[in-house]
């Protein structure tokens, strides 16, 4: 409980919530960027960037490009591979957010991979659940995103049920025929909870030539354009699945955007661009959702 404002609490896949408001996945790394920067132990929790079995390295800079509807990114899954983040990075974090929950942001290039970075920091101390990136190439099916095939969502989320007893939530791109129906099929499959929206798929050229303005050509838009579009999901998630948990996540910028997600029945709601840009936001949505600001 806040001291003179509403309490926000609530609870999420199991566990208490202090609020409703997390980082999203890849705008926050593992926390250590945002060290003295924000309270990380304000936050309802934080999402880590995607880890995936081996490091990677990631994609070519630039990495993120400005534009007036948001920003287009392509870091290509950048991070320090499971078994550092077990060792090192996540212990970090959850020494520190105590208060705050944490999820663990996970990526495969294979359906295996996926259920192998989840078995290998299943129960590590401090983490609540995990998301499951499904936005990523399948490398043996020529690179179509694992998310627009509902056989391979069913395989992923089943493979990873089957190594964790844990809260695992699926993410899901706003790109798909019919999001609602791709949700089912993961619920189905074990996942506790629905994320929605990840990126869009997009590409601006660089002025006077044909090249990219991003190192790896086009990447993933993000930002305010995103807000009507993630709200929809949201909804329709909510709607279809009869009540299923929604992390809702996309163009939120205030307290308001928040309550959008909220009254389409979102039980947690992710900034992230917003946050890269200025990381005091979050604490400050915080505080107008308790004020009752907008
Ligand atoms: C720089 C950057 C990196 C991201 N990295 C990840 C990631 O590692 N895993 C993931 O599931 N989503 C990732 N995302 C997507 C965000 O978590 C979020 O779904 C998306 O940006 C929409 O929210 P926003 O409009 O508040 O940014 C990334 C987004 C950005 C901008």
Known sequence: MSVGGSDLSRTFLGRRFQNPILLASGTAGFGREL??????????????????????AGNRAPRVAEFRGGMLNSVGLANPGVERVRAEFLPWLAARALRAQLLVNVVGFTVEEYGEVVARLDGAPGIAGFELNLSCPNTSAGGIEFGAD????????????????????????????????????????????????????????????????????????????????????????????GGMPVIGVGGVRSAADVRQYLRVGAGLVGIGTAALADPRLPERIIRDLERGNG
């Open 35 to 56: 060290e003295g920067v924000m309270d990380l132990d304000r936050l309802g929790g934080l999402v880590t960037k995607a880890v995936s079995l081996a490091p990677r």
């Open 150 to 241: 509902s056989a391979c969502v069913q395989r992923i989320v089943a493979t990873c049920r089957a190594r964790t007893r844990m809260p695992l939530s699926a993410k899901l791109s706003p790109v798909l025929p019919d999001i609602p129906a791709m949700a089912l099929v993961a619920r189905d499959a074990g996942a506790d909870a629905i994320t929605v929206v990840n990126t869009i798929p997009g590409l601006l050229l660089a002025e006077d030539t044909a090249a990219g303005r991003l190192g790896n050509g086009n990447g993933g838009v993000s930002g305010p354009a995103l807000l009507p579009i993630g709200v929809l999901a949201a909804a329709r998630v909510v709607e279809r699945t």
